[in-house]
């Protein structure tokens, strides 16, 4: 079993409805964001609480640099400064942090600060959290299948030896759980290709509360939601 006590050990959160919430108050978009880093530093701080082994949130999707300049511009300042100034949130929690995601195209100035943040707090030993930055589901698929050609290419892989576990080997979350559950908040009933791979057997809850007002009341909805659920994996409870 991957769960303790009914919680699950991996939770992945499409963190949806910040504009939503804003023009809701007939505020700019960007103020949706702001509030929203507050919810990340809750749920986060809930999550190391409760001994969650991984989070994993979607905070930069591939597909995001499509929005206005100006709305890309501030969620990347926002991405930096939510780095630096976490960094204590990040220590006093004992949380590991990681990204997955074509990382290498991020400016230069964030780049630096992930690549501080891994260091930092490389041997902490509680929660790992991992943001999903430049991220698209079908991208890492891509870039696995590449990785898995090269290595035919140089004559250190057989491709009758391709399975699952090599794939999985190569994506971004090579070393890392699937995830129990997934959380979307915002209320649309898609997965929006994030984790296409690593959701197979992943239980989604959905809710409309946009992800600004998603805090620590409505994770534990969510958990008391999930214990109830019993995971077949495809067979049949004995
Ligand atoms: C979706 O809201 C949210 C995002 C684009 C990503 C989430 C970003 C944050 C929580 C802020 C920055 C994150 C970190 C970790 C610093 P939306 O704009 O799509 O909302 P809408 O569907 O109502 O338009």
């Given at each position: 079993m991957s769960e303790q006590n009914g919680l699950p050990s991996h939770i992945a959160i499409i963190m949806d409805g910040n504009g939503r919430w804003a023009s809701n108050r007939g505020l700019a978009r960007v103020r949706g964001h702001i509030e929203g880093v507050k919810s990340v530093r809750e749920i986060t701080e809930e999550c190391a609480r409760r001994h969650i082994e991984q989070l994993t949130l979607y905070a930069f999707s591939s597909e995001n640099w499509s929005r206005p300049r100006f709305e890309v511009a501030i969620l990347m300042r926002l991405l930096r400064r939510y780095l630096i100034r976490e960094l204590k949130t990040i220590m006093n929690n004992n949380i590991r942090f990681t990204v997955i995601g074509r990382i290498e195209g991020l400016p230069e100035d964030v780049q630096k600060e992930i690549a501080t943040e891994i260091e930092l707090s490389k041997n902490n030993t509680g929660m790992i959290l991992c943001l999903a930055l430049n991220y698209g589901g079908r991208t890492e698929i891509v870039d696995a299948a590449r990785r898995?050609?090269?290595?035919?290419?140089?004559?250190?892989?057989?491709?009758?030896?391709?399975?699952?576990?090599?794939?999985?080997?190569?994506?971004?979350?090579?070393?890392?759980?699937d995830p129990d559950l997934l959380i979307r908040t915002g209320g649309e009933m898609r997965v929006s290709n994030f984790l296409l791979w690593e959701i197979s057997y992943t239980?989604?809850?959905?809710?409309?509360?946009?992800?600004?007002?998603?805090?620590?009341?409505?994770?534990?909805?969510?958990?008391r939601d999930y214990a109830a659920r019993e995971r077949r994996y495809g067979g049949i409870l004995q």
């Amino acid at each position: 079993m991957s769960e303790q006590n009914g919680l699950p050990s991996h939770i992945a959160i499409i963190m949806d409805g910040n504009g939503r919430w804003a023009s809701n108050r007939g505020l700019a978009r960007v103020r949706g964001h702001i509030e929203g880093v507050k919810s990340v530093r809750e749920i986060t701080e809930e999550c190391a609480r409760r001994h969650i082994e991984q989070l994993t949130l979607y905070a930069f999707s591939s597909e995001n640099w499509s929005r206005p300049r100006f709305e890309v511009a501030i969620l990347m300042r926002l991405l930096r400064r939510y780095l630096i100034r976490e960094l204590k949130t990040i220590m006093n929690n004992n949380i590991r942090f990681t990204v997955i995601g074509r990382i290498e195209g991020l400016p230069e100035d964030v780049q630096k600060e992930i690549a501080t943040e891994i260091e930092l707090s490389k041997n902490n030993t509680g929660m790992i959290l991992c943001l999903a930055l430049n991220y698209g589901g079908r991208t890492e698929i891509v870039d696995a299948a590449r990785r898995l050609a090269q290595k035919v290419q140089e004559g250190k892989l057989r491709p009758e030896d391709i399975n699952e576990e090599t794939l999985k080997e190569n994506m971004y979350t090579a070393g890392m759980r699937d995830p129990d559950l997934l959380i979307r908040t915002g209320g649309e009933m898609r997965v929006s290709n994030f984790l296409l791979w690593e959701i197979s057997y992943t239980e989604l809850w959905v809710t409309p509360v946009y992800w600004p007002d998603f805090r620590k009341e409505q994770l534990e909805e969510a958990l008391r939601d999930y214990a109830a659920r019993e995971r077949r994996y495809g067979g049949i409870l004995q």
